[in-house]
């Protein structure tokens, strides 16, 4: 203990030897039940009303510990609401899906002879009359018996895909449009009808890259045309997209926020929890005076000192209650200074009932930097009490160099002036 923590221990002795009331005070039942558990008799000014003299020391959670804990405690938010995205404003007309039964379509596996060709050719030709007539179905039948005839030609298949957007069918556009460009993967007129199609279907971030591709490999003014009506739509997309992940973000960050300060309010609260704990257990070990003397307040101690059945060294006049039987063992030898020098090996005679006398001077005990120390060292405090139960134990005590020089030092101490 340091110098200033001692002289307030000092203080404290001195006003309970002048006033045993102190002691009375609530925030003192700690020690008034160390001193009781020590068999220590208080003074009734000392007692408290109400005061129980059997009392557990189990460790509970007061409610100061809950509140300090709670206080502890960082608040949280609640979780937010799920982000619900508003509806992006596009510009443009679509048309609804076409629900038709797919189109026939050609058997890639088979072998298109020269007269299939032909045949294919001429049904093309047929079909383009057609068109030219604005006879679609028509068209469409023509086409559709060009593919079977050769059906190994990706012309025939963008072909009738550009019959069907005119039909405003474009699902099956894109069926023939994707046809084509599984034959021949550089048909500009398979990217240019897939991504009108896809335009009329709303599919604006697909048309966009079906037409910049159609475009690079055969451009027209038709590309262009469509393209101006879907790459604002697909800006817009695109920001859209932009603000709401990065609201999510936002919003998954403040969540991973929220759970780092729930768990270090979690870890802070537990730590403030363990060292109050901690704190109050020492609080009981300690007593607040190391070594614990019981109520040897205002010239000597009152009753002696329960659990030692014997008194100390011949030099202690007064001695504790009842002599020592037995004395201390011998083989410790010179005995303890002030004491019988030579060892005592038949006990020490001279104790006599009636406590410490009033000339011991408890100060330098308490002023002892060594005995300080070692009243709060765990072991020798052990060793002292085992001793004190039962002074035969003290040989078992003298081979170690801890606890032998307090228990000679502490015997110098109790001696008195020579």
């Known amino acids: 203990m340091d110098e200033a923590k001692l002289k307030q221990l000092k203080h404290f002795v001195e006003q309970c030897k002048s006033d045993p009331s102190v002691l009375a005070d609530p925030s003192l039942s700690?020690?008034?039940?160390?001193?009781?558990?020590?068999?220590?008799?208080l003074p009734a000014s000392a007692?408290?009303?109400g005061d129980s003299k059997s009392k557990g020391y189990v460790v509970e959670e007061s409610d100061d510990d809950m509140a300090d804990t709670e206080a502890a405690?960082?608040?949280?938010?609640?979780?937010e609401d799920e982000i619900i995205e508003s509806d992006v404003e596009l510009e443009g007309d679509t048309v609804e899906p076409d629900d038709e039964p797919p189109q026939k379509m050609g058997d890639a596996s088979v072998e298109v002879t020269d007269e299939n060709r032909d045949a294919a050719q001429a049904a093309k030709s047929k079909a383009m009359e057609a068109i030219s007539e604005g006879n679609l179905e028509e068209a469409v039948e023509h086409l559709t018996e060009a593919i079977l005839l050769n059906p190994t030609s990706a012309i025939m298949?963008?072909?009738?895909?550009?019959v069907y957007i005119k039909m405003k069918k474009p699902s099956a556009a894109i069926r023939d449009a994707s046809a084509a460009l599984e034959i021949n993967p550089d048909?500009?007129?398979g990217y240019k009808s897939r991504g009108i199609a896809r335009a009329m279907l709303g599919h604006w971030e697909e048309a966009a890259k079906d037409l910049?591709?159609?475009?690079?490999?055969?451009?027209?003014?038709?590309i262009g045309a469509v393209l101006k009506k879907v790459e604002p739509n697909v800006h817009r997309i695109e920001e859209h997209r932009r603000k709401y992940d990065r609201l999510r973000k936002e919003r998954e960050d403040k969540r991973i926020e929220r759970e780092r300060q729930r768990r270090r309010a979690e870890a802070q609260a537990a730590y403030e929890k363990a060292k109050k704990q901690e704190q109050s257990s020492s609080s009981r070990r300690s007593g607040g005076m190391p070594g614990g003397f019981p109520a040897g307040m205002g010239g000597g101690f009152p009753g002696g000192m329960p659990g030692m059945p014997g008194g100390f060294p011949a030099g202690m006049g007064g001695g504790f209650p009842g002599g020592m039987p037995g004395g201390f063992p011998a083989g410790m030898g010179g005995g303890f200074p002030g004491g019988a020098s030579g060892g005592a090996p038949g006990g020490f005679p001279g104790t006599a009932p009636g406590g410490v006398p009033g000339n011991v001077d408890f100060s330098k005990i308490l002023n002892d930097p060594e005995l300080?120390?070692?009243f709060s060292d765990p072991e020798v405090m052990d060793a002292l009490q085992d001793v004190m139960k039962n002074p035969a134990n003290l040989a078992k005590h003298q081979a170690n160099p801890k606890v032998a020089p307090i228990i000679a030092k502490m015997m110098?101490?109790?001696?008195g002036p020579k």
């Open 412 to 415: 110098s101490k109790f001696a």
């Open 47 to 49: 007692q408290k009303q």
């Open 212 to 222: 910049h591709l159609a475009s690079k490999l055969d451009y027209d003014e038709e």
């Open 187 to 189: 048909s500009a007129k």
């Open 30 to 41: 700690f020690f008034r039940d160390y001193l009781e558990s020590l068999g220590a008799t």
């Open 157 to 162: 298949y963008g072909t009738r895909a550009s």
């Open 372 to 374: 300080m120390n070692a």
């Open 73 to 79: 405690q960082v608040h949280v938010e609640e979780e």
